[in-house]
């Protein structure tokens, strides 16, 4: 069947539609076309997303991205050109939800109408569901979910998350969850998220926003030059009792050095500051990893795209698997020890593909009890 997915929450306009077969233990899906709209510029001025403008930059780009979509696959607007929608209707920021939803309820109601004895199914995808099934997919051409271990551990890191997410088991069909699979979150950010705290302290130095890649970017130079740090910021919570995480600490030692001394090297506030703050992720998931025996873990979300955090994770996991080892790799291999997964660059971000997986996964579980579409609702605060 076909399936067109739909992303909003934050500044990404994103649809895609693809070709998906299987069931649970099978899903194959087949990318048709991929197409979304960036709001970065619009918003790089105000240093941070601007609600209200990323609102109507959705409601005018949807239907353009759609004749795109359609235009790419070849599919006919008037002849119900997808079976099934999926749309992300949380966490993120609720009006910019909102026009995901909306739209996707549209078409599915034009797609159904006329008699047709198949309606459209609107399915509601949580969005950071759609972070944690990203690592199964590809940005182009075809791909499958693989045969995944338990227990999975999830460490998920965005511009507005930070948490350790644990799944025990595998998805069983119609099970209540919330989702494909369940998660129980074991840890998370009690202030900023690791992404927010990499913008504000981009912002600090006057990098453009987002300011992740930007950080990175000097940080990385400031390695390959084997320049060590010579600045000391905390790492908040590092040996706290618990998997939580907390990051507002970290972003006031940085400012409050840059009051001390304003004419300090960038590139190595930048190294320092992310070696702290990936150091707090890397040691809370080792320890995760090592208390829950992690078959399989997975880092998703726009941070995932840091090479430090990758690069750190592949060390600890090495450190707890010493015999078996292992290489974090974005496709599964035959090891017994802890598999690391983590998407390839087009799907770290916010985008429409792992939407539609996790839209997917979720209709086949749950096929006969489909929502109303007209319940469906913008969820700015929903939890996994
Ligand atoms: O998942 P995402 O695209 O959107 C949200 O759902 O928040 O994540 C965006 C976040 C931003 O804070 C951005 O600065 C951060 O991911 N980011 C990075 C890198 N690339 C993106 N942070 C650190 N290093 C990177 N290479
Ligand atoms: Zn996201």
Request: charged share 25%.
């Amino acid at each position: 069947m076909k399936l067109l997915s739909i992303e909003t929450s934050c500044d990404d306009t994103a649809i895609s539609i693809m070709e998906v077969t299987g069931g649970a233990t099978n899903a194959s899906f087949k990318i048709l076309a991929n197409v979304s709209n960036s709001q970065i510029n619009i918003h790089q001025p105000f240093g941070g997303v601007y609600p209200v403008l990323a609102k109507r930059e959705h409601a005018k780009n949807l239907p353009i991205l759609l004749e795109e979509i359609l235009k790419q696959t070849k599919l006919d607007k008037k002849d119900k050109p997808v079976d099934v929608i999926a749309v992300t209707y949380g966490p993120g920021l609720e009006m910019c939800l909102w026009e995901g939803i909306v739209f996707a309820k549209k078409l599915a109601e034009e797609w159904s109408a006329g008699g047709r004895i198949k309606k459209v199914p609107v399915i509601p995808v949580n969005h950071m569901e759609g972070h944690v099934l990203s690592v199964f997919g590809k940005d182009k051409g075809k791909f499958k979910i693989p045969p995944i271990k338990f227990p999975m551990l999830s460490l998920l890191v965005s511009g507005g998350h930070t948490q350790l997410v644990l799944t025990k088991k595998p998805a069983r069909l119609n099970s209540r969850s919330g989702g494909w699979m369940d998660y129980e979150i074991i840890g998370e950010t009690l202030d900023d998220a690791v992404g927010e705290a990499f913008d504000k302290v981009a912002r600090m130095l006057e990098l453009p926003y987002p300011g992740g890649p930007h950080i990175s970017k000097l940080a990385e130079e400031e390695r390959q030059k084997k320049n060590k740090s010579i600045i000391k910021f905390p790492r908040p919570m590092l040996y706290s009792k618990n998997f939580d995480f907390s990051y507002a600490g970290l972003k006031t030692a940085v400012l409050y050095f840059l009051k001390k001394n304003p004419k300090a090297d960038k590139a190595q506030i930048a190294l320092e500051f992310e070696n702290a703050a990936i150091e707090c992720l890397t040691y809370k998931t080792a320890k995760a990893t090592e208390k829950y025996k992690i078959k399989t873990l997975i880092v998703a979300g726009g941070v995932a795209a840091n090479k430090h955090l990758i690069r750190e994770l592949k060390k600890v996991i090495k450190k707890i698997n010493p015999i078996r080892g292992h290489e974090g790799s974005q496709r599964p291999s035959a090891s017994n020890g802890t598999r690391l997964l983590f998407p390839t660059q087009g799907l770290s971000g916010d985008n429409s593909l792992m939407i539609g997986i996790a839209g997917y996964l979720n209709f086949i579980k749950n096929k006969k009890k489909v929502p109303k579409s007209e319940t469906i609702k913008a969820t700015g605060n929903l939890r996994l």
